[in-house]
């Protein structure tokens, strides 16, 4: 059974940075691709950004490109985000998933999910 796991997430202020972590197991990384997804109050959840283990193609929204990173830790079975530049609208539960990227890409279809960790931005 795929199990996700996130943490890193907390309170920072606008320019600052995070590292979010996501701990795989269960087979996790036997899926296409690994990402990050988040969901803010009154906002239809959305695609962050995603790791293809096949071809190591990485994937970003447009709202984020040049200030995520996503990479991996194969020895610790880890996905990372590391996020710079962060400005409030950024604020939101952001979520690990493991699936196809067409899945992660469009945010649907997505079986596996870990819980979840808050990112809030302080202006």
């Known amino acids: 059974q795929v199990q996700l796991v996130e943490s890193g997430g907390g309170l920072v202020q606008a320019g600052g940075s995070l590292r979010l972590s996501c701990a795989a197991s269960?087979?996790?990384?036997?899926?296409?691709?690994m990402g990050w997804l988040r969901h803010a109050p009154g906002k239809e959840r959305e695609f962050v950004a995603a790791?293809?283990?096949?071809?190591?193609?990485?994937y970003y929204a447009d709202s984020v490109k040049g200030r995520f990173t996503i990479s991996r830790d194969n020895a610790e079975n880890t996905v990372y985000l590391q996020m710079n530049s962060l400005s409030p609208e950024d604020s939101a539960v952001y979520y690990c998933?493991?699936?196809?990227?067409?899945?992660?890409?469009?945010?649907?279809?997505?079986?596996?999910w870990g819980k979840g960790t808050l990112v809030t931005v302080s202006s």
């Open positions: 269960g087979g996790a990384f036997s899926s296409d691709a």
């Open positions: 790791f293809a283990w096949s071809d190591g193609n990485t």
């Open positions: 998933a493991a699936g196809s990227r067409a899945q992660l890409l469009r945010s649907q279809g997505i079986h596996y």
